[in-house]
Antibody, heavy 117, light 115 residues
Framework: QVQLVQSGAAVKEPGASVKVSCRAS????????MHWVRQAPGQGPEWMGW????????NYAQRFQDRVTMTRDTSINTAYMELSRLRSGDTAVYYC??????????WGQGTLVTVSS | QAVLTQPSSLSASPGASASLTCTLR?????????IYWYQQKPGSPPQFLLR?????????GSGVPSRFSGSKDASTNAGILLISGLQSEDEADYYC?????????FGGGTKLTVL
């Protein structure tokens, strides 16, 4: 069955970068778009963008355009999301979400990123 | 004004029905949009429930009971998630989502309490 396993929690200082990984199993990463969604404490989800793992094409939400980079390594069936110039408002749980037949057909377990000095 | 507005909370009794609304901003017409609904329980990622545009364009998530259904109210420009025969396990946060202006947009969510 399809599984998405994300990297562990991270604590970063303001101004630093974080890179979250999402390892897919049960299907070929290249077969489906992968989205990244974050959720701040007590808030609703927020879409950050998607990557087409087959081509490497990306589409980022406007508010993250200058700070986010989504990549993939199809040889190890893994997608990545890197967010730079972190600030306290970036403290959130970050999810990868596969778009199979629909958005969010499968989700990773989430990665808590805490930004604190 | 937010793209999608959901009431922050709703309470209903076991066995009853609950109607969760997702109101689109007035310049976005509900009739042309596919509305996605997700359920989220504490400590878990959102789970896809269903997608609804019309009775001829809808999709239920795998394993999602038929007591979860979607509809629209054009008079209020809102999408609706109807949950019938409420069970204690339905207590969760519910989020709607649409594709708008080249981005996926979530509503703020409704916390459903079953008591």
């Amino acid at each position: 069955q399809v599984q998405l396993v994300q990297s562990g929690a991270a604590v970063k200082e303001p101004g630093a970068s974080v890179k979250v990984s999402c390892r897919a199993s049960g299907y070929s990463l290249s077969d489906s778009y992968m989205h990244w969604v974050r959720q701040a404490p007590g808030q609703g989800p927020e879409w950050m963008g998607w990557i087409n793992p087959h081509s490497g094409d990306t589409n980022y939400a406007q508010r993250f355009q200058d700070r986010v980079t989504m990549t993939r390594d199809t040889s190890i069936n893994t997608a990545y999301m890197e967010l730079s110039r972190l600030r306290s408002g970036d403290t959130a749980v970050y999810y990868c979400a596969r778009e199979g037949l629909w958005f969010g057909e499968n989700w990773g377990q989430g990665t808590l990123v805490t930004v604190s000095s | 004004q937010a793209v999608l507005t959901q009431p922050s909370s709703l309470s209903a009794s076991p066995g009853a029905s609950a109607s969760l609304t997702c109101t689109l901003r007035s310049d976005i017409y509900v009739g042309t949009n596919r509305i996605y609904w997700y359920q989220q329980k504490p400590g878990s990622p959102p789970q896809f429930l269903l997608r609804y545009k019309s009775d001829s364009d809808k999709h239920q998530g795998s394993g999602v009971p038929s007591r979860f259904s979607g509809s629209k109210d054009a008079s209020t420009n809102a999408g609706i998630l109807l949950i019938s025969g409420l069970q204690s396990e339905d207590e969760a946060d519910y989020y709607c989502m649409i594709w708008h202006s080249d981005a996926w947009v979530f509503g703020g969510g409704t916390k459903l309490t079953v008591l």
